[in-house]
């Protein structure tokens, strides 16, 4: 993988879909908290769950810092897994509260790396979270190497069936040094790709990666 691969995947996404301007939130906290509630779901499911939120006046860092895990879980059922992210919430909220006085957009006002290792540290924050959090609300660049793209990248034959996220993370940003604005189309331009196209039984067929994708030339270009 070198910086024309990644930029050649970025064109071709982009022209294929347009700009999809993530992440769908109205502040800073929002994106946060989706970001909790979106683990292992659909987005629809964690935008239920942030709307049950609003209307029952939890979705702020002091509200959720001191709900009864129960009201939070109550509140967040369409998100699944509601007692585990009930928990993570909570602990989200305190460490906002501790670590950035309540508002995580200070969290840009750091260095990135500071903020990715704090973030690392809260209860239920892995680095797939981590990062959103660091690329949409500390606008810091960083690569989501989520399920769609270690999929992705493997198709493409940039990277090995197994290869760990943080491997294929610090590849894309040695490879393709962009601003945080990019990463960010990047990442959702692949989400999409994802979902739309590169599923788990791929659509190669009409596929706006095919010039620069090693599968339908190994497999024989999937259904």
């Known amino acids: 993988m070198n910086t024309e691969d990644v930029a050649s995947l ?3 996404l982009l022209r294929a879909y347009g700009r999809q301007g993530w992440w769908p939130a109205d502040d800073p906290w929002e994106v946060c908290v989706g970001a909790i509630l979106t683990q292992r779901v659909a987005w629809r499911n964690a935008e239920a769950a ?3 939120l609003r209307r029952t006046n939890l979705l702020s860092p002091t509200a959720l810092s001191l709900a009864p895990i129960e009201a939070i879980a109550e509140a967040i ?3 699944l897994f509601y007692n585990a992210k009930a928990k993570k919430l909570k602990a989200l909220a305190k460490a ?3 670590n950035w006085g309540g508002d995580p957009a200070t969290m840009r006002d750091e260095p990135p790396d500071a903020v990715r ?3 690392l540290g809260i209860h239920g924050v892995g680095s797939e979270t981590a990062d959103a959090i660091l690329l949409y609300v500390a606008k810091q660049p960083t690569f989501v190497a989520d399920r769609y793209a270690l999929r992705l990248f493997e198709r493409l034959g ?3 069936a197994g290869t ?3 491997a294929v993370r610090a590849a894309v940003m040695a490879a393709w040094p962009a601003d945080a604005d990019a990463h960010g189309e990047l990442h959702a331009l692949i989400v999409r790709h994802g979902k739309e196209r590169c599923g788990s039984s791929p659509t190669c067929s009409g596929c706006p990666l095919l010039p620069i994708c090693s599968r339908p030339r190994q497999k024989g270009g999937g259904r």
Do not use: G, Q
Request: net charge positive; hydrophobic share 40%.
């Open 10 to 12: 970025y064109r071709l």
């Open 50 to 52: 942030l709307s049950r």
């Open 77 to 79: 059922r369409p998100a």
């Open 96 to 98: 906002v509260i501790e």
């Open 117 to 119: 290792t704090a973030l």
């Open 158 to 160: 940039w990277s090995s």
């Open 164 to 166: 760990r996220y943080e």
